[in-house]
Structure formats: structure tokens, C-alpha cells
């Protein structure tokens, strides 16, 4: 595993997402059990950054991530969110940030956050047209969390916070399927932000485990079957030039080739899963490849994204 330097402690490349912990994967519940042990194991493999969020399992991943990690909270990075809340609701009122992160740090057995996101919020946030920046930054002050950042998606989003904020991280929606960002990654490097990259195979697509038939029954029944059809054309693509049907180490080290990415958080569901991205670290990746997967997204996606 390999480590950069984040706040005052070491971020692995490799983080662990954590909307996977305790959550519904088409019908398969995630027991408490079996999250504890899968973020012991990716513990001792040596993954020291976990992203969760209140609203992830309403609560149930960050309680298995305070359970798994209590002994060794030193050692590893927790970047919580802000926004969407543990009992479902979303309410990104300044008032109740602090409210929040209490209700984190008490599932999660700790007292502080190393960081906290504000989770998908609105441009007059992002502008700083409000006081969420200066409640965290105050919050930081008192020592109830070490950094903060933002989680987003478009270059509209991104361009707005690297004018306008000082952050300690962003997490970003990024992949080969997802590149509309691409060239304002440099910049989020050069000021010295975490880049942590967020829904890396596409929701499981960059896998290569699904195509046009695949049924969904969780959040991702999101797919129109055009949405399906598309997917299944560039998945094949990427199949075609890599000459493999797991796809999982070349779009993984498509971003660990990125000089500006910080870390990347598959969601990981199995130790099945786990494993194949261990494996995928290891994988003597040839880098010329990211023009290919360049060139794929520039091709077929650019002028017309796809829905997430
Ligand atoms: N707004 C936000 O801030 C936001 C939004 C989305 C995600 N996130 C964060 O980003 C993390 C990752 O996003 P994500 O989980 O939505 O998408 P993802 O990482 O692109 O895909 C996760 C899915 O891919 C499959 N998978 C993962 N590793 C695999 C492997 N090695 N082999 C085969 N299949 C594999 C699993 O599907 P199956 O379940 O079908 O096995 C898993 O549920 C989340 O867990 C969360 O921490 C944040």
C-alpha cells in the first residue's frame, strides 16, 4: 500500500467507501458482522481512510466503522458528511452542523472527525454566500474535526470551490465513464487539496460484471434501459482493448495513475471484492492506457453525458 500525507496522518491510496456498510445491495442485506470484519480486514491490508456519512445505512455505516476502528483511531482517517442526516432527512441549515457531527462522532466511538464534507451542497454554499465555511472552520478551531471539504460533481462545481474556498479535501465523482473535471485536477493538486475520488467503477459497471440485462433493485434501478444500453457499449469497448473481462484494475489505476488523485473509495461490499482491489495495486498497469480511456470518454460520452 502506498500512502500520501493527509492533515497529520498517512491517507492510503486505496480508501474504502463506505455507502456499502450495512446497506441493501439488490436485496442482499450487509450485517453489522459482516461490515465489522470486512473494515478489520481492509484495516490490516492496510487502508487507513474511510469516507461515510450519517444517511449511510441511516447510521449503520458509520456505527460498524466506530465499532471495527475504536481501538486503533490514531491510525486511521474518517471523513464523515454533513447534510444528509441519519434519519433520512436532508437539511443543510448552518445551525445544525455541529448537531451533526455529534450524532457522527457518537455512532462512530470517537471525538473527533478527521474530516467532515459538506455533502452534495448548493452553488450559493460553494460560492461561500453562506457560513457553512466559517462554522467548520471554527469546529476545526475547537478541535472537533481536523479539515473539511466538499463533495461534488461538475467542473461548475469544482471551478467554484477552488476560486472560491480554502479546503482540506474534495471528493470528487470521477472515472472513465466520468471525466468532465479532467483538466481542473492539477489545480485542486497545485493548492495543496486531498483529491479523493468518489464512485470509481461506476456504480459497479467498471467492474465488467454487468451489461444490457442486468437487473437493479437498490438505488441503482436509477438505469433506463438506454441508460443500460450506453453502458453496455463503452464497458465492451474497454473489454475489447484490454483483452480481459474484469475491468476492475484498469479503472482503478486509470485514477492511480493521476498524479493529482489523492485516494480513491470503491464502494466494497465482499472480501471477495476487497481483494481484487489489493490485487489491482499490484497490477503492473501501463499508463499509456489513460489516453486510450481518454480518448473513449472524449469519443462517445463528452458531448453527451451520461446520467449518473
Ligand atoms: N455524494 C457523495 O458524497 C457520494 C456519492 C456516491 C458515493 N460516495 C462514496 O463513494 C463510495 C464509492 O461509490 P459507490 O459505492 O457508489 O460506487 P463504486 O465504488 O463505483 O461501485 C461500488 C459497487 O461496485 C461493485 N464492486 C466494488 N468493488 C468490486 C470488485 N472489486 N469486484 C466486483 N464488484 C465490485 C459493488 O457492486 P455490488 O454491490 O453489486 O457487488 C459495489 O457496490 C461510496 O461507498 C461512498 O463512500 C459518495
Do not use: C
Not at 93 to 101: A, G, N, Q, T, Y
Not at 150 to 169: A, F, G, Y
Not at 206 to 214: A, F, M, P, R, V
Amino acid at each position: 500500500m502506498e500512502y500520501i500525507q493527509y492533515l497529520n496522518k498517512k491517507m492510503s491510496v486505496l480508501g474504502f467507501g463506505g455507502w456499502t456498510l450495512g446497506n441493501n445491495s439488490n436485496g442482499k442485506i450487509m450485517s453489522e458482522e459482516e461490515g465489522i470484519k470486512l473494515v478489520k480486514r481492509a484495516y490490516e491490508e492496510g487502508v487507513t481512510f474511510f469516507d461515510t456519512a450519517p444517511n449511510y445505512s441511516l447510521g449503520k455505516s458509520e456505527t460498524i466503522i466506530g465499532k471495527a476502528l475504536k481501538d486503533i483511531r490514531e491510525k486511521i482517517i474518517i471523513n464523515s458528511k454533513f447534510g444528509h442526516h441519519a434519519d433520512g432527512k436532508i437539511d443543510f441549515s448552518e445551525s445544525k452542523i455541529r448537531e451533526s457531527i455529534k450524532g457522527s462522532l457518537k455512532r462512530l466511538k470517537t471525538d473527533y472527525l478527521d474530516s467532515v464534507i459538506l455533502h452534495n451542497p448548493d452553488m450559493t454554499i460553494l460560492k461561500g454566500e453562506t457560513d457553512h465555511f466559517k462554522v467548520l472552520e471554527s469546529l476545526k478551531e475547537e478541535g472537533l474535526i481536523r479539515g473539511y471539504g466538499v463533495s461534488i460533481d461538475t467542473p461548475e462545481e469544482l471551478e467554484t470551490v477552488l476560486k472560491n474556498q480554502k479546503v482540506d479535501v474534495i471528493e470528487l465523482l470521477y472515472n472513465i465513464f466520468f471525466q468532465s473535471t479532467r483538466n481542473l485536477l492539477k489545480e485542486a493538486k497545485e493548492k495543496g487539496i486531498a483529491l479523493v475520488i468518489k464512485v470509481p467503477l461506476d456504480s459497479g459497471w467498471l467492474t465488467g460484471k454487468y451489461d444490457i440485462h442486468s437487473q437493479f433493485s437498490d438505488i441503482r434501478s436509477r438505469w433506463t434501459n438506454e441508460d443500460k444500453e450506453r453502458r453496455h457499449f463503452l464497458v465492451n469497448e474497454i473489454k475489447n482493448y484490454v483483452g480481459e473481462n474484469d475491468i476492475v484494475k484498469y479503472a482503478m489505476n486509470f485514477l492511480w495513475a493521476n498524479d493529482a488523485i489523492s485516494t480513491v473509495i470503491p464502494g466494497i461490499r465482499t472480501e471477495k471484492q476487497l481483494n481484487s482491489h489489493l490485487e489491482a495495486l499490484a497490477f503492473d498497469y501501463d499508463e499509456s492506457l489513460n489516453d486510450k480511456f481518454e480518448k473513449l470518454y472524449d469519443q462517445f460520452i463528452a458531448n453527451n453525458p451520461l446520467n449518473w
